[in-house]
Structure formats: C-alpha cells, structure tokens
C-alpha cells in the first residue's frame, strides 16, 4: 500500500512538470472546504488542485465517542451446575457462592452478567490525492492515508456493576488466603480462620471470573478478573498508519447556491492486520484467545473476517475561492 502510493505522488508530480513545459500549469487556484458524515464520523477537510488531473485533500476525520453495551457472563470455576434448590431447580455455582457470600457479608451479587459499555475514540488526521482522468472530472480516483492514535476504542464497566466485581475481588481474595493456608485476619496475635466445612467448599468450587474462552497455546479456560480497581477494561488497536483506496464524486450543484456540491466518497481503509482486542490483563483476545464468549467473541469473528474497514461518506463542500 505504501508503494501504490508512492508511485500516485510521483505520477501527480511528472504529470504537474509536463504541463509546466506545456504553460497549461495550473495549481492552488482555488480552495475548496468539505463537511462530511459517515463510517469515519465528521469529517472536515479542505482541497486544492495540483494541475489539471490531480487534487490534493487533507483534514481530520472524528468519530463521536457514542456507546453500546456488552455482556460477560460471570462463573465460578468451571461453572458447572451441580447441585439443586428446595424448588428441585438447577443452580449454578456462581448462585450458591454469591448467596454464601451474601450470609457472610451483607452485600449481594446482584447477577452473573456483567455490561460493560464500549466507545470508539477514533481521531484521524488524513492526507489524500484525488486523480481526476476520466472525461466527467466530477468522478474521482483517491489513494492515500489516514493517520491516528493506535488505540481506536475502549470499554469499561458500569458503575451498576461495581459492587458485583468488589465482590469477586473479595471472593478471590478468600480464595488465596484458603488456599496458602492462611488466616482472614492476623492483628497482634489474633487470628480469624474459615471452618472447615466452608473452606472446603470454597476450595472445590475455585476462583470466580469470567469465562472469556480457552487459550490457545495450552486450551485452559481464560478467567478474566477484575483489575486492582475492581474494573474491567478493554482497548482496541491497529496501526497507526491507515493506507486508504477509493473512488468518488465531487459533487452535484445546489441550483441556488452554486459553490454548494453534494458528493460523496467509497473506499477502504487498510488497518495494517485485523484489529487487536487487548483486555486489563494484557491478555490479547485477538492473538491468544479462541472461543471467546458472549457479545464479544460475535465482534470479534466479524473484525476477524474484514481486516479493513469500509469508508461510505457523504459529503457537502463549498468552494471557497
């Protein structure tokens, strides 16, 4: 990609000191300013013609921080339902411990769900050359690149979720203390110890997390937990260098205001490989994960498939002189 554009400079360039020779050299007389809205969120730029089949375009493209949510199922150890209630119902091992843990403490686990909310945060700066060799100039050829932050988007935690994962960090935090043999509480020579009967539930039931899929260098189960702040994080990565491929339209004339023009731009934006889901852990979904779970695992088999990302903007530009 880096090469294909390269040689649409250079032609631009040969092109430019042919018509020089010619005296038809014609560049920078006039500038023109575009609003578009689309895939790549609010787009500004503002272009100029560099001789008679070439146009250069650069601006910023920002896409609004807008939220969706998704959903991580929540478990302890393998989550297997093992037992039943008074009722003669399946329950799971997630359940028993958080009504457990609800006797010990007072707080509950309000389900085994956690939302987590997600946003872009896709800012890019973006440098094109629009070539113009067809006999309708309004039509366009476009190479060239678009330029941001490697990390394209994040997700977090509700706040509603809070108290379910300080109580999964409570619970772990049990867990380790059983199982190195350790007391709750040590002060001054005072000791508070779990009974036995409890510990050896605890024990046989494991950690608490949640199930994200297997690696794939050894197939365990990946338990996400949460991080010392009791959250969960996410960031999304590609390269920072986004090579771009398109066609276009200028634009079509507003009948009262003639330097108005309706356009529009097709194209794909190369990230470099598939994009890198990278959770609070460093844990990369994308490179050491298979069969991930839940709303998650369904983005990332879509990301997964398109290792680009499609441009369809419509654009209004206004030529300023």
């Not at 010990?104 to 440098?127: C, E, H, R, S």
């Not at 097709?266 to 069969?291: A, E, Q, Y």
């Amino acid at each position: 990609m880096k090469k294909l554009l390269l040689i649409t400079i250079c032609l631009f360039l040969i092109s430019n000191l042919l018509y020089a020779e010619k005296g038809k050299f014609e560049s920078f007389n006039h500038l023109d300013f575009s609003l578009a809205l689309g895939t790549t969120g609010i787009d500004v730029d503002v272009s100029m013609p560099v001789g008679d089949l070439f146009k250069v375009r650069t601006g910023v493209a920002f896409m609004p921080h807008f939220k969706y949510k998704m959903h991580f199922g929540m478990q302890v150890g393998d989550g297997n339902q093992t037992t039943t209630d008074e009722n003669g119902n399946p329950t799971t091992k997630f359940s028993r411990m958080s009504s457990l843990l609800k006797q010990a403490i007072g707080y509950d686990m309000k389900d085994d769900v956690v939302d987590v909310t997600g946003t872009p945060t896709m800012t890019q700066y973006k440098l094109l050359i629009d070539v113009t060799p067809f006999k309708n100039k309004n039509w366009q050829l476009t190479a060239g690149f678009y330029l941001g932050k490697s990390k394209i988007g994040k997700a977090y935690n509700t706040t509603y979720e809070m108290p379910t994962l300080v109580m999964v960090n409570m619970y772990n935090n049990i867990y380790d203390c059983l199982d190195s043999d350790q007391p709750f509480i040590s002060y001054r020579g005072i000791t508070i110890d779990c009974p036995d009967n409890i510990k050896r539930i605890i024990l046989a039931y494991g950690r608490m997390g949640i199930n994200m899929g297997e690696f794939k260098e050894d197939g365990n189960t990946y338990m996400l937990e949460p991080d010392n702040d009791c959250m969960v994080k996410a960031s999304a990565y590609v390269n920072a260098f986004r090579p771009y491929l398109g066609f276009g339209y200028s634009g079509v004339p507003f009948q009262k205001a003639e330097r108005l023009k309706l356009g529009c731009d097709c194209g794909l934006l190369f990230w470099g490989g598939r994009p890198d889901i990278v959770m609070h852990d460093g844990v990369s979904l994308s490179k050491d994960v298979t069969n991930v779970r839940g709303q998650v695992g369904d983005y990332l088999n879509i990301i997964n498939r398109f290792p680009v990302y499609p441009v369809l903007n419509i654009k209004l530009t206004y030529n300023i002189f």
